[in-house]
Antibody, heavy 117, light 109 residues
Framework: EVQLVVSGGGLVQPGGSLELSCVASGFTVTSNYMTWVRQAPGKGLEWVSVIYSGGGTTYYADSVKGRFTISRDNSKNTLYLQMSSLRAEDTAVYYC??????????WGQGALVTVSS | EIVLTQFPGTLSLSPGERATLSCRASQSISSNYLAWYQQKPGQPPRLLIYGASSRATGIPDRFSGSGSGTDFTLTISRLEPEDFAVYYCQQYGSSPKYTFGQGTKLEIK
């Protein structure tokens, strides 16, 4: 059974940093396309970043480019999202998802990130 | 940037009825790149349909997808109580890599 467990969410001040982790089981992070998707309270889904299988090419939404970094640790089978220069508009539940290149087969339960003073 | 517009925003139906949800792209996209998800409150999205018309593993056959070019449809043939949720379409593109529609809320009438 595939499981993606997200951790690292919490309250952070504007301008601060936070790192999310997504530990995978029953599923190999490096062999799949891994992505972060966020959902602001009461809003729809917004794609944040993806890291491609194999070589690990990365892409970002314009809204987070230059502030967020996606990475993975093969030995820990874990996906990360390093977030810096956080803004109030980054407040959202962050989901880890993965699978195929064009769509997301598997989803973690999400972690709430709140950016507020 | 390709924009996905879903309609209606809210659909009110009764169990047993047929639901038709639409997703329109601002420009033509490959059917391979269009997916549908279901999301219930407090839960992550669940993949329903990929490649515009292929059901994901474990998805009941009352869910079906169709369409091409700019117009895509998710149909639920006979609504079950557990089908009332929010539905999103999603496409894979160039920049940004992925976009979602704004969602259709399917509510019990």
């Amino acid at each position: 059974e595939v499981q993606l467990v997200v951790s690292g969410g919490g309250l952070v001040q504007p301008g601060g940093s936070l790192e999310l982790s997504c530990v995978a089981s029953g599923f190999t992070v490096t062999s799949n396309y891994m992505t972060w998707v966020r959902q602001a309270p009461g809003k729809g889904l917004e794609w944040v970043s993806v890291i491609y299988s194999g070589g690990g090419t990365t892409y970002y939404a314009d809204s987070v480019k230059g502030r967020f970094t996606i990475s993975r640790d093969n030995s820990k089978n874990t996906l990360y999202l390093q977030m810096s220069s956080l803004r109030a508009e980054d407040t959202a539940v962050y989901y880890c998802a993965g699978g195929a290149k064009y769509y997301f087969d598997y989803w973690g339960q999400g972690a709430l990130v709140t950016v507020s003073s | 940037e390709i924009v996905l517009t879903q309609f209606p925003g809210t659909l009110s139906l009764s169990p047993g009825e047929r639901a038709t949800l639409s997703c329109r792209a601002s420009q033509s996209i490959s059917s391979n790149y269009l997916a549908w998800y279901q999301q219930k409150p407090g839960q992550p999205p669940r993949l329903l349909i990929y490649g515009a018309s292929s059901r994901a593993t474990g998805i009941p056959d009352r869910f079906s997808g169709s369409g091409s070019g700019t117009d895509f449809t998710l149909t639920i043939s006979r609504l079950e109580p557990e089908d009332f949720a929010v539905y999103y379409c999603q496409q894979y593109g160039s920049s940004p890599k992925y976009t979602f529609g704004q969602g259709t809320k399917l509510e019990i009438k």
